[in-house]
């Protein structure tokens, strides 16, 4: 019965993803369950929630491990949100994040952010105000619109080695980069199965050379590429679980692939990856200084909270979309075009609660790092990320 089960899951997540272009993050599993889903008639949506709900109340009576229970029992309970919001139901913001992603968030004090401006205000002295000082370090740290790609690769290659080592990635896993423009992201990981992916750069967004090896790692290595690589050979091909051959937008799984991601740099590079990237980046011809790169990512990041907040603002507080790219402008010191740009992605219907998979997945994921055992080492602790099917609840301590 479990593993029946398992296919109805497979079949409702594809035909979520023939109603929502990119519903479906990847999907590598039976290809005559794509092609049964392709020929079908569009589902209705409301059809689709009450078989959500259907799949969740067998879970209990099926011979699934707990682990995956549990696993689908978050998946079943997003999909039916979204099936009903498909349908028309209206659904409060804050309920649809806690129904996604299995978690609440609230308002971030705007004290936080201005402690953090002050440790900023440190690191670049001057008279001029703080926004104008952080931009004109970070244009300083541009990456070259023509070097993108080639920077990017370069930084892959060596985390990549790392990481193979440390993580015990397949020897024929494969990373493919490419850049575009005019998308609602800043990079985008497509697993292809087969331990492929193709990593597609937003060349929009131009770019930090301190944030390559947040860019890599993140959506690479040891991030969501590794974490595919390593859940398709562990959990699909040894222990059979289907349910991890497709990976689906706006559920708990994407929470904690974030925030896998998102935590993923001190696993493989450790707390001192700025002179390391100044080096690397010198033997293409690129300057940076690697240990204040470091010093305001570490700080600037951690404004990255605030994208949560607008999202709460717009969908829940009513707020102007205009309003909210003066908040984000002032708390998180970017300009305009990227005030403008992350609003674009709130406002995304697929997209506009999706922020909270990098914020709170972020917090979770870390926060369990953090309490390991003083004995185990953080690539330890990180590689349960990479080869369990954990979900939210999991990571409270």
């Known amino acids: 019965m479990g593993e029946s089960l398992v296919r109805d899951y497979l079949l409702l997540g594809l035909r979520l993803g023939r109603l929502v272009d990119g519903f479906v993050d990847c999907w590598f599993g039976d290809p005559e369950l794509s092609r049964q889903v392709d020929d079908e008639p569009l589902a209705d949506p409301a059809v689709l929630a009450a078989s959500a709900r259907a799949l969740r109340a067998e879970l209990a009576s099926g011979d699934l491990s707990e682990a995956r229970r549990r696993f689908l029992d978050g998946q079943l309970g997003a999909l039916a949100c979204a099936a009903d919001r498909l349908a028309g139901v209206e659904v409060p913001f804050l309920e649809e994040v806690r129904c996604y992603f299995d978690v609440d968030v609230e308002l971030t004090d705007v004290e936080v952010y201005a402690a953090i401006h002050d440790e900023i205000s440190a690191l670049l002295p001057g008279s001029a105000p703080l926004h104008e000082r952080v931009t004109a370090f970070q244009e300083h740290d541009r990456v070259p619109r023509g070097d993108l790609l080639r920077a990017t690769q370069a930084v892959s290659e060596e985390l990549r080695t790392r990481a193979r080592a440390l993580f015990d990635l397949p020897e024929d896993e494969s990373v493919e980069y490419e850049a575009v423009t005019d998308r609602p992201w800043n ?211």
């Open 187 to 397: 990079a985008f990981n497509r697993y292809r199965g087969g331990f492929r992916s193709t990593i597609t750069l937003n060349a929009d967004v131009r770019h930090r050379m301190a944030a390559l090896p947040l860019l890599v790692t993140h959506e690479a290595y040891p991030g969501h590429h590794a974490e595919h690589c390593r859940k398709e050979r562990v959990l699909v091909h040894e222990q059979g679980h289907g349910e991890q051959t497709i990976a689906l937008v706006n559920t708990p799984q994407c929470l904690m692939a974030e925030g896998i991601a998102e935590a993923a740099l001190p696993a493989v590079l450790g707390q001192d990856w700025g002179r390391w990237t100044q080096d690397l980046l010198a033997e293409l011809g690129l300057v940076m200084d690697g240990e204040l790169s470091q010093l305001m990512l570490s700080r600037t990041t951690l404004l990255m909270a605030a994208r949560q907040d607008a999202a709460v603002l717009l969908h829940d507080r009513g707020a102007a979309p205009e309003d909210v790219v003066t908040y984000l402008r002032r708390w998180m010191l970017v300009d305009e075009r990227r005030a403008e740009h992350a609003v674009r992605f709130l406002t995304d219907p697929l997209w506009r609660a999706y922020t909270t998979t990098y914020v709170e997945g972020s917090r979770r994921v870390r926060a369990w790092l953090d309490a390991r055992p003083e004995e185990q080492s953080v690539a330890t602790r990180y590689r349960r990320l990479l080869d369990e099917p954990l979900v939210p609840a999991d990571l409270v301590p």
